[in-house]
């Protein structure tokens, strides 16, 4: 077999490329909500703990997801975003479906 050593500077720049394609993502998003007074947050890490976490900082009165539509066992061996942060979350949660 061939081992392989990515160089430090190569993570760097695929951190910083994914974070600015996130960034843009979320520009769009409020563009095309006619909004400007929507606050958005870009975060790392564990999305579920990510939005708990940030949810629980800002003081959230109630939680918005959009839940993808998955069969019953890829729900039982993947789990859910949506299913965890309903577990783990206080805080009100309206799940929406998104369509493909």
Excluded: C
């Amino acid at each position: 077999g061939y081992t392989h050593i990515n160089p430090i500077a190569d993570h760097t720049n695929l951190k910083n490329d994914t974070q600015k394609i996130g960034e843009n993502y979320l520009k769009q998003t409020v563009t095309h909500l006619g909004d400007s007074s929507v606050k958005t947050h870009l975060a790392e890490g564990d999305t579920v703990d990510a939005i708990l976490e940030y949810s629980a900082s800002w003081g959230a009165d109630i939680l918005v997801l959009g839940t993808h539509s998955r069969n019953v066992m890829e729900k039982i061996f993947l789990g859910s975003v949506a299913a965890s942060i309903i577990e783990k979350t206080k805080v009100p949660t309206y799940l929406i479906p998104v369509k493909s």
